[in-house]
């Protein structure tokens, strides 16, 4: 049985630590039930009697961050142009952390989104959920009038990525593990792109990065983006949202 109700959580503006922790808690805790489910079908499968069925949840979390910058596995620390000195001035962080990718930056006015799902409970495809998480971001900033797309070879979401100006106006970087994920996706809304200055964004040297503030020439209101994007990705993974 699939389950496609997703709780959804606004932790608001959050130390990356705390936050952290907090995704690898429930992330944890579904790796654990789906174990238990996998002894149950083998408990099935060996002739005793099936149980209650079992479960597993799904989170959506949206968020901000104070600044602080994150390497993935796949990352090269001196993509980070800056010491612990030039962190402490900046008033930034520094984490490597276990999604994939390179290194990007959060800080305030940047909207993050960590869906915490048990793929089993959509599609096990871990490329159509990159190309989904994509897709949402692209129709949330079509709402705005932006037109948005992919570049070919990165994840992420681009503006005029079929011409010298492509810039990058979402970051993108999944950690999965028995088809439940965790970490996700930052959409530059309101952000201060000065601090991308301080990192080669993602590993891309010759590429420019985009804030939807920017491109409207206005701030926007985050808490109608979070209204947008949150359905924008209901539509698009058939989901359920609650809370």
Known sequence: MKNKRVEYQDWGLIDY?????????LFSASVQLKTQLRN???AVAAGQEPE??????NYLVFCEH???????????????LLDEAGLKEKNAVYYPINRGGDITYHGPGQLVAYPILDLDNFFTDIHLYLRTLEEA????????????????????????ADNEHARKICAMGVRCSRWVTMH?????????????????????EDKAVASLNQELGRDVDLNEVKKILKQEISVLFGMEIFG
């Open 17 to 25: 630590k705390e936050a952290w922790d907090k995704q690898e808690n």
């Open 184 to 204: 996700g996706l930052a959409l530059n809304v309101n952000a201060n792109l000065d601090y991308f200055k301080n990192i080669v964004p993602c590993g891309i």
């Open 40 to 42: 149950k079908q083998l």
């Open 137 to 160: 971001v692209i129709n949330t900033l079509a709402h705005y009038g932006i037109t948005a797309g992919r570049y070919p070879g990165y994840t992420g979401v681009w503006l005029d």
């Open 52 to 57: 209650d069925d079992i479960l597993t949840p």
């Open 66 to 80: 104070p600044h602080v910058y994150t390497l993935g596995k796949s990352g090269k620390a001196d993509h980070l």
